[in-house]
């Protein structure tokens, strides 16, 4: 037991430092974490029903899980985060990235790009969904709403949801996710 909790302890102390809440040892870990959080806060708000959450080989999608009517899902996962405080962050920087108006939608605009420009493997699928996600410590979940709030992405060819999950927030007792709008 004491070697199980030494290994637990050193691998927390060895992972990203900044904006670290998401972080997993391997990137299919994170992908399935991130995943399972996404689909229980987007069951709970909106009733979906999604279920059997999946890892997809290959990917993309990174995950597929089923509607509550039996429709196949696609599920990309991308992160929300200042790829510089990571960096200034390890070097031992004690960094934090402020985030001004527009930053964010500047952000989820780009990484939505990139996840439509895909080709998917593994369809026909109902519908593709983006998770995107965020621990951004100076990103709060009522700037983000703000600022989302207004702003519209797209239009996709592949993309037919897109959502902001955001790490645990004690005062809701939940990963609070957002509702990005798109141009059909």
Known sequence: MRDELTRAVELLNSGRQYAPFFEWPAKEGKELGV???????LNAES???L??????RPDPPDLTCLSARGDRVAIEIAEVVCEEAVRRTAKGEEVLRVWRPGDLSSSVAALLRRKDEKTFHGGPFAQTFVCLFTDEPMLTLEAARAELHTARFGPFNEITGAFLLFSYQPS???FPVIKLVHHA
């Open 35 to 41: 995943a399972e959080e996404f689909i229980a806060s």
């Open 47 to 49: 009733g979906l029903g």
């Open 51 to 56: 279920s059997n959450l999946q890892l997809q």
């Open 172 to 174: 809701t007792k939940s």
